[in-house]
């Protein structure tokens, strides 16, 4: 047997639970009783990883065949957290302010080192040439 929280199989017994054997891991040092199954037989870890793996963007069939869930038990996972967050990669897609300003300074050292080695060339200085011909 495994262990349901790290899938270790280095397992050993700790007595007794209320009548039932009571089992501890040796690799995460979680405690759980003989008869410890989550409903369909899946463990909470491996609707996570199916999860994230949706997440990442890939499709129900692909979680089928990489984890062994069927893909219809993996999409009433995906509803059930589907009200919990909505917008996660949205959210992923938008960079913190400490980026953006950490970006504004990569570009503006960029641009002066641009500057030292060719002329600067500067738009507003054709278009005050142009109004300066237009008025005489
Ligand atoms: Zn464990």
């Known amino acids: 047997m495994q262990c349901p929280y790290c ?16 089992h501890i891991c040796n690799n995460c040092e979680r405690q759980f ?6 409903p369909k037989g899946y463990s909470e870890k491996l609707k996570q990883e199916c999860l994230k793996m949706y997440l990442n963007g890939i499709g129900f069939r692909g979680i089928e065949q990489v984890k062994g869930v069927h893909h219809t ?11 919990k967050l909505p917008d996660v990669p949205e959210e992923d897609a938008i960079p913190e302010v400490g980026e953006l300003d950490e970006l504004e ?3 503006g050292s960029k641009s002066e080192k641009l500057r030292a080695g060719v002329p600067p060339v500067e738009q507003t ?12």
């Open 33 to 38: 009783i003989d008869v410890y199954d989550p």
């Open 7 to 22: 899938e270790s199989t280095e397992i050993r017994k700790n007595g007794k639970w209320r009548g039932k054997q009571n």
């Open 73 to 83: 038990t993996i999409i009433s996972w995906v509803k059930q957290i589907g009200e």
């Open 125 to 136: 200085f054709q278009d005050k040439t142009k109004s300066g011909c237009g008025q005489q």
């Open 105 to 107: 300074t990569f570009i």
